[in-house]
């Protein structure tokens, strides 16, 4: 059959199965270019035909062969198909004949539908389909004739699809049926099976339609109405969507919370139901203007909410258009400004009190700019505030103080957000004038911004001469700094805070040595100028939340706040006796002055400010006696031992410089291949005095004296010389496991100082191997995880030690592609045998095998030594060993020649 179909004869009693395959073949469009004549017997089959000119001629009703060869002979043009092939003497069995029940002409039909189409008989076996029905089954129109969908198919739909059939054809009902049907692909679809029957329910037809692209597109936009109806609700302005009519079509939570009705209340109603008729009347003006004009319209109104209270709203109004441009309603946004309002009137009001202030007002941003000064400050200082705008506000900061004393105020500012006291500042004319001043810090922390306000009052004013009085009673007139009094007070509050915190505090007493004999020497005069001069250089050893001050004439007192480790009072200690290594200038006389040091901590030795400062006292006392150490605590051991820590961190230095490093080796097992896969390069120390020194002796003081990291590159740089000296040497070693560092890693620039030095030494990526802690992973940052994937995607071997089972570094393993898991040796020779430490080991090769990765370890126990030597022997001759030894590089050199693999 083809499109050309013009005037169609049917012989049968079907006409629904007719219908349904022409509304099939012309693709679901309808057409009125050919005409359906029908016939239910064939009593006036050839008169019909001879007096109409029919294009096609459909048979359901069995023909003799004699009537089908006369219509041959007497209109060969017409397109027959027959349905039933049999000669209508006899009823035939359709189980029994289906590939003569429907003609070749008939499938072809069926091919050229666009839709999967099949027929079925009452035992549920396909008669008949076309080739879009057979891929939906994985198969081919003539491997689906004469079978079930059971023996097709072993979908869980079959049992269900079978079921509905069954019944329909009981019941002969017609309809439609849908399923989600997974093809032989994996591909899941939604289908809808339109089912019919012939009426004498024999065969049935069913047509499906694939509505899987349908139904995406419906979630999809359900999905965009979900999705724009919670930002709605999230927005804080009020919206609410109108017809033409102003009647409610839906709305957001925060208009429901204004009204104080829900949106299903609210549908179909107008403003009139919830807000005062006056107000009610000018929005429904409003909108009707909107609609009128087609505009946005924007303006200020008072509404008020359900509780009575009026708001001062900005309501904007937008129509809405559909695709063909007609208006079909309006959107109404409104936010509420009562807040804004008020502060800007409480803005106006600030600025007011800032203008008109008789205090001397200036405002800086984060960079000391002036952005703000107000009249009274122009007049003081001589500026216009033209001239202060954009200036620094060091432009006012005069020569009397030095700079140590503005280092010290900015300090303050920074840790305690304030700061007031006695200063003098340098006016346009050049007069230096004294003031009080207040300074304080205002915090914009969602701005991220800091702006600082300066307020400088004339220090003859009577109201701030007593708190002048004040601030000087507790300085020290000679060097400015704190007296007994001020630090008195200060540790007292220093020692309630910290007792608050559960933190410690120090403190350090310095003594001036033999300073009578100054005095004796120069005179007050003389020995004040060592005083200030002493007080100026242990400015530069305290930050700004320590204390300094006077204790008595020739003693200074250091308060350390907050104190994390004894390690930072005695860094402290040290930078005071670094500062007396240089000479004093007494009266154009240079002089050599020492000074002893004792320091005490609280609580340790002592929780109140007596016997703090005794205790420090008796630290000093034992100091001049023993001058051998720079400083005393007031607890002998811990002198000894950070003495001797600085100590070490000294000579630590000098063998950098020196180059007293070096790498030992020792064989890496792979557990799973039985086999030493790399060598391991273990940092020692070769210390002239102590002998070799193993890291765990040094790296802890190498990292507080930022050594670590030089160190690390220093290892690094190591390997891949020897790597490449036993390359050109051609012995075999696998790779070189080197150790990395947290803070070595967290280096932005790690990959371009690693690829220099590959690059200087002749190195390649596939001899190294770079171990890092489980802990480090666990703990990574954004640059750690950086430089972890782009050493993998070097070609540099990844192996994780003390690995545990912790999913979030599971995950992490997997992303940066890690090679290798270590076994700890203490979890191997300590914890072998026990049951817990047995399965923790099978549950790390376990999780090792599913990621497809390998079990290393330096160590092996028994079982695994025995395992190893049956299966891993060596040329030397020797018996089967396995080397736990660390060994020098010559020595694994020499290793590494006599044990080849066979």
Not at 232 to 251: E, F, H, N, T, V
Not at 667 to 683: F, R
Not at 832 to 853: E, P, R, Y
Request: hydrophobic content about 35%.
């Amino acid at each position: 059959m083809s499109n050309s179909i013009k005037n169609l004869l049917y012989l049968g009693d079907n006409i629904a199965l007719v219908d349904t395959l022409l509304n099939s073949f012309f693709t679901g469009k309808k057409t009125d270019n050919y005409h359906f004549f029908h016939l239910v017997s064939a009593a006036q089959l050839e008169l019909t035909l001879s007096e109409n000119n029919f294009s096609h001629f459909i048979s359901e009703l069995p023909l003799n062969t004699d009537i089908k060869n006369k219509i041959k002979t007497n209109f060969p043009l017409l397109n027959t198909t027959y349905l039933n092939t049999g000669d209508g003497t006899k009823e035939t069995e359709l189980s029994l004949s289906i590939e003569n029940i429907f003609t070749d002409e008939f499938k072809a039909v069926l091919e050229s539908l666009s839709i999967p189409i099949y027929f079925k008989n009452k035992q549920a076996q396909y008669l008949a389909c076309n080739r879009h029905f057979s891929e939906l089954l994985g198969l081919t129109p003539a491997q689906v004739i004469g079978k079930t969908l059971a023996d097709l198919s072993d979908s869980p739909l079959k049992d269900e699809i079978e079921k509905v059939d069954r019944q329909t054809l009981i019941d002969y009902q017609d309809g439609l049926h849908e399923y989600k049907w997974t093809n032989k692909a994996g591909e899941e679809h939604d289908l809808i099976i339109h089912k019919e029957f012939t009426a004498d329910g024999k065969i049935q037809s069913g047509l499906i339609f694939d509505i899987t692209e349908l139904n995406k597109s419906k979630y999809l936009l359900e999905k965009q109405q979900t999705m724009l109806r919670a930002t709605a609700d999230i927005s804080p302005d009020m919206i609410s969507y109108k017809d033409l009519k102003s009647q409610i079509l839906g709305c957001n939570r925060p208009f429901e919370k204004f009204v104080g009705v829900l949106e299903k209340e609210i549908l179909g109603k107008t403003v009139y139901d919830f807000s005062p008729l006056e107000q009610a009347i000018a929005s429904i003006e409003q909108d009707q203007k909107v609609i009128k004009n087609n505009n946005v319209n924007v303006q200020e109104v008072v509404s008020t909410d359900y509780d009575g209270e009026r708001h001062l709203l900005n309501m904007k109004k937008i129509p809405v258009q559909d695709k063909q441009g007609d208006l079909q309603g309006l959107i109404s946004v409104s936010r509420d400004i009562s807040e804004q309002r008020k502060e800007q009137k409480r803005s106006e009001i600030a600025d007011a009190v800032f203008e008109n202030s008789k205090e001397s007002l200036i405002v800086t941003d984060g960079d000391s700019r002036i952005i703000s000064a107000n009249g009274n400050a122009c007049i003081v200082f001589g500026y216009s505030k033209k001239q202060l705008l954009a200036q620094k506000i060091n432009l006012l900061v005069s020569a009397t103080h030095d700079r140590s004393y503005y280092k010290n105020i900015e300090q303050i500012l920074e840790t305690d957000g304030s700061w007031q006291g006695d200063i003098t500042y340098r006016t346009q004319l050049g007069d230096v004038c004294h003031a009080w001043l207040e300074a304080y810090e205002i915090r914009h922390t969602q701005e991220n911004r800091v702006e600082r306000v300066y307020s400088y009052t004339d220090l003859t004013h009577f109201q701030v001469t007593d708190k002048k009085i004040s601030f000087l009673s507790e300085q020290d007139p000679l060097t400015g700094l704190h007296n007994r009094i001020s630090l008195f007070r200060r540790l007292e509050d220093r020692l309630t805070r910290a007792n608050y915190q559960h933190s410690a505090v120090a403190v350090i007493l310095v003594d001036i040595d033999d300073f009578k004999a100054i005095d004796d020497k120069y005179g007050y005069n003389g020995g004040n100028q060592v005083l200030k001069e002493i007080a100026k250089r242990l400015k530069n050893c305290i930050y700004g939340k320590d204390t300094l001050g006077r204790f008595v004439k020739d003693q200074f007192i250091i308060i350390i706040d907050e104190l994390a480790s004894e390690h930072d009072a005695a860094k402290v200690a040290y930078k005071i006796a670094e500062q007396f290594s240089s000479t004093f200038m007494i009266e154009n006389v240079y002089k050599n002055l020492t000074a002893s040091i004792g320091i005490s901590l609280s609580p340790d030795d002592g929780i109140e400010v007596g016997p703090l400062f005794l205790n420090a006292e008796t630290a000093m006392l034992r100091g001049k006696k023993d001058k051998n150490t720079v400083y005393n605590f007031y607890t002998p051991g811990l002198t000894l031992g950070l003495n001797k820590e600085f100590e070490l961190e000294k000579e630590l230095k000098q063998a950098f410089s020196l180059d007293q490093f070096s790498l030992y080796y020792q064989p890496e097992y792979d557990l799973n291949k039985q086999q030493i896969v790399a060598l391991q390069g273990l940092l020692r120390w070769h210390h002239p005095k102590r002998g070799i020194l193993p890291p765990e002796r040094f790296l802890s003081v190498a990292e507080g004296s930022h050594l670590l990291i030089p160190i690390g590159w220093k290892m690094i740089r190591k390997a891949c010389l020897q790597a490449f000296s036993w390359e050109q040497s051609q012995i075999k070693f696998g790779r070189i496991a080197i150790d990395l560092f947290q803070i070595q890693l967290s280096q932005i620039s790690f990959i371009a100082e690693l690829q220099t030095i590959l690059k200087e030494t002749g190195c390649s990526t596939g001899q190294l191997e770079f171990l890092v802690d489980k802990a480090i992973i666990r703990h990574a940052s954004a640059d750690i995880l950086s430089n972890l994937d782009n050493i993998n995607k070097m070609g540099i071997t990844l192996t994780v030690t003390n690995f545990g089972l912790d999913a979030n570094v599971i995950d992490l393993i997997n992303r940066l592609g890690v090679v290798n898991l270590k076994r700890s040796d203490p979890q191997i020779k300590n914890g072998s045998g026990t049951l817990a430490n047995n399965a923790q080991l099978k549950s790390a090769n376990v999780i090792a095998s599913s990621l497809g990765i390998n079990i290393v370890s330096d160590a092996l126990d028994n079982t695994e030594q025995k395992e190893f030597s049956n299966s891993y022997r060596f040329d030397s001759g020797q018996e089967h060993f396995i080397h736990k030894k660390v060994m020098s590089a010559s020595e694994t050199t020499f290793y590494l020649r006599c044990n080849k693999h066979k």
